[in-house]
């Protein structure tokens, strides 16, 4: 069977606290408070398990407080192979705006890499990741690094996964991933690029260092990666706009139907779940990433971390409007 491993190098507890009306400077009750393990992969992971795919997640977390971890790995039928550093995962706070649905996030910096250690813990994960894939099983890389780590993790890992015959997707930070996409030909292939990036819109024009307004500056800009790094599908994430979609069947522009956001947290992991899911099942890209989006819509309507039924995903999949661009 064929697999999904996530890995996620700098994890967090996230703390969601929805308030009714964000106002700087003034005092804020909360109308509710949510405890969820956080971090890109590892939200994939849990989106994943949720649709029926077989996912273990892979990474960093700091062994003095896994419990959340554990039982959200246990509760969803992840196979946990984290590895435990010394200390303590970081906390991040999302506060969620209920009028306007909009998060505002305060994301702490994660646990710092003992830099006698980090050759070691680098090593470790890199073999531990080997011993869990087989070729034509998928890879996700998703999130920041923690401090005292650079992106040339990234292409050590993405190194051995390539010649194992892994597909990999790559939804890091932006400017993280400008730096993987860079160096990738160099360190990782020259031949064999990523199966999948997903950039949101500020991201992809932090790559290519321009302003993109209009869909068709969007575009160019996606293309432009595209070719320059052999990106085989890209997903440009933008909100309520919806996203576009660029891949070698051809480019499309989908809108999803409006929907009450209750957060926005977790939507671009749910975008990315959704599309592995359904490329795993043989659909083809376009569908798949449009079926992403229905995911995604269906999330941020719950303040919970998670998906709600199927059948509601399926009603939001036929209200998305797409068309060739």
Request: a negative charge.
């Given at each position: ?163 194992k015959g892994v597909n990999l997707v790559i939804d890091v930070a932006g400017s993280q991933l400008g730096a993987v996409l860079e160096g990738w030909k160099k360190a990782v292939s020259d031949t064999v690029g990523p199966v999948m990036i997903k950039p949101n819109r500020s991201e992809l024009e932090e790559l290519v260092g321009r302003s993109l307004k209009e869909t068709a500056e969007l575009i160019k800009a996606a293309e432009e990666l595209q070719k320059a790094h052999n990106i085989q599908r890209v997903v440009v994430s933008m909100g309520g706009e919806g996203a576009l ?81």
């Amino acid at each position: 069977m064929t697999q999904v491993l996530t890995i996620t190098l700098n994890p967090a507890i996230d703390q969601t606290i929805p308030v009714k009306k964000l106002i700087p400077g003034e005092v804020h009750r909360a109308t509710g408070f949510t405890s969820t393990p956080g971090g890109k992969g590892i939200g994939v992971s849990i989106i994943l398990a949720k649709l029926g795919v077989a996912t273990t997640a892979t990474g960093w977390i700091g062994a003095d407080n896994d419990k959340l971890f554990v039982q959200a790995f246990d509760d969803n039928g992840i196979r946990d192979a984290m590895i435990r550093l010394p200390g303590a995962t970081r906390t991040n706070v999302k506060l969620v705006d209920h009028e306007a649905g909009e998060s505002t996030d305060v994301n702490l910096p994660g646990i710092q890499l003992d830099p006698e250690e980090r050759a070691k813990d680098e090593q470790l994960l890199n073999e531990r990741m080997e011993s869990l894939v087989r070729r034509g099983d998928w890879c996700e890389f998703g999130g920041s690094l923690p401090p005292g780590c650079d992106v040339g993790i990234w292409h050590h890992l993405a190194k051995t996964l390539v010649d194992k015959g892994v597909n990999l997707v790559i939804d890091v930070a932006g400017s993280q991933l400008g730096a993987v996409l860079e160096g990738w030909k160099k360190a990782v292939s020259d031949t064999v690029g990523p199966v999948m990036i997903k950039p949101n819109r500020s991201e992809l024009e932090e790559l290519v260092g321009r302003s993109l307004k209009e869909t068709a500056e969007l575009i160019k800009a996606a293309e432009e990666l595209q070719k320059a790094h052999n990106i085989q599908r890209v997903v440009v994430s933008m909100g309520g706009e919806g996203a576009l979609i660029i891949g070698p069947e051809g480019r499309w522009l989908a809108k999803p139907p409006k929907v009450h956001v209750a957060t926005t947290v977790g939507a671009g992991d749910t975008l990315v779940a959704g599309t592995i899911a359904r490329l795993l099942h043989g659909q083809p890209f376009p569908q798949a990433a449009v079926f992403g989006m229905a995911c995604a819509a269906a999330r941020i309507q719950q303040i919970e971390f998670g998906l709600p039924p199927l059948d509601q995903v399926e009603a939001l999949l036929h209200q998305i409007n797409v068309t060739p661009c």
